[in-house]
């Protein structure tokens, strides 16, 4: 049926001109109301019609019902290129995603940073490299033979106590509580000469305050050749300490110790970095404890495969928490895996 009411061909003329106008859901959404809604324009043709003798009835009516059809297709039909039309938007958007571009005021908020160990470890890298020593790693989860045994410390021996161990459930498994484990791999799996550091993660099953912490970071060095002896241990020390601390006359101070793993055994201390008659870092004394250190033990060459009566070798382990207190002014060792953004913030 054709429409050819002239006021009927009015509003069409007048519909068509609005949906084209008509650029969102929400204003295709108000045209429905508006032309198909209970008091829209079509019901009020259906009351118009209503009042109508039956023959303009006949004519009228199909007419009207005509118009709402193409009102409802064209809406139809609008809403759904509306919608083609955003998503293929969102799929434009995903294809010519930029993961380059930056967006500087983002990044100007939340710029990221090294954490303390970091720049620590790649200070301490760089000089054990200059010196010619090579990165050696091991597993966190080691056993007892590892951690202990190889190391000279037997079941039974009292030198187990001094480092209180995390114990797995499956029996002989244990977090290494030092890295000297790393020590024992790479004597295993390699011949002298050997010159390795091994910065790591160790745990103690300890009670933490300001000064301990259950989980800490330390790193040896290992130096093992035929006549290796305290003279090497003094020197590598020495050029150590200073390049570490930027400092050409810091002092060395050796004092007799004991580490089951080295004969003899050696306490590391370093001149106060902080002054020269006694402060308060150094509880006046004028001397920092920096960690142990020695002359490999025979037993655990042997342990190790290592041939005692033809090689020998040193030994020496920093915490590195420590050395960041001192570099860093910290002063709580729980503050490094405490994940304090304020705290991570300074460096
Ligand atoms: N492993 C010892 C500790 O954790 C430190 C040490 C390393 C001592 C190397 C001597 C030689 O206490």
Redesign the pocket.
């Known amino acids: 049926m054709k429409i050819i009411d002239q006021s009927l061909l009015n509003i069409l003329a007048t519909w068509q001109k609005e949906l084209e106008q008509s650029t969102s859901d929400q204003e295709l959404e108000a045209l429905r109301i508006a032309y198909l809604g209970r008091s829209g324009r079509v019901n009020e043709l259906m009351g118009r019609l209503k009042k109508l003798p039956l023959e303009e009835k006949r004519t009228f009516g199909p007419q009207v019902q005509q118009l709402q059809e193409i009102i409802t297709q064209g809406l139809h039909t609008a809403q759904q290129k509306l919608r083609e039309e955003s998503q293929e938007k969102e799929l434009s958007k995903k294809k010519n995603f930029d993961v380059t571009a930056s967006n500087p005021s983002i990044f100007d908020k939340a710029t990221g940073s090294l954490h303390p160990y970091t720049h620590l470890i790649e200070r301490i890298e760089d000089i054990f490299t200059s010196m010619g020593f090579a990165y050696a790693q091991g597993p966190e989860v080691e056993t007892e033979w590892y951690n202990f045994e190889a190391l000279n410390i037997p079941a039974d021996h009292p030198a187990r106590d001094m480092q209180d161990t995390f114990w797995l459930t499956t029996p002989g498994l244990l977090l290494r509580t030092?890295t000297?484990s790393v020590q024992v791999h790479t004597m295993k799996t390699q011949q002298p000469p050997l010159a390795v550091f091994t910065p790591g993660r160790v745990f103690r099953h300890e009670a933490t305050d300001a000064t301990h912490d259950f989980m800490f970071m330390?790193c040896?060095g290992l130096l093992i050749d035929k006549n290796i002896s305290l003279t090497h241990l003094c020197s590598l020390l020495k050029v150590f300490m200073r390049t570490l601390f930027e400092k050409n006359d810091l002092s060395i101070r050796l004092r007799p110790s004991y580490?089951p793993?080295?004969e003899p055994?050696l306490e590391v201390d370093i001149s106060c970095i902080f002054c020269k008659n006694g402060c308060a870092l150094c509880k006046k004394t004028q001397w920092i404890e920096m960690?142990?250190?020695?002359l490999v033990h025979p037993e655990t060459l042997k342990a190790c495969g290592i041939d005692p009566t033809l090689y020998s070798g040193c030994?020496?382990?920093i915490g590195i928490e420590r050395l960041a207190m001192l570099l860093y002014g910290i002063n709580d060792i729980r503050l490094f895996h405490s994940g304090k953004i304020e705290f991570l913030k300074q460096f």
């Open positions: 030092h000297s330390q040896e580490f793993f080295v055994g960690g142990g250190s020695g030994a020496w382990g």
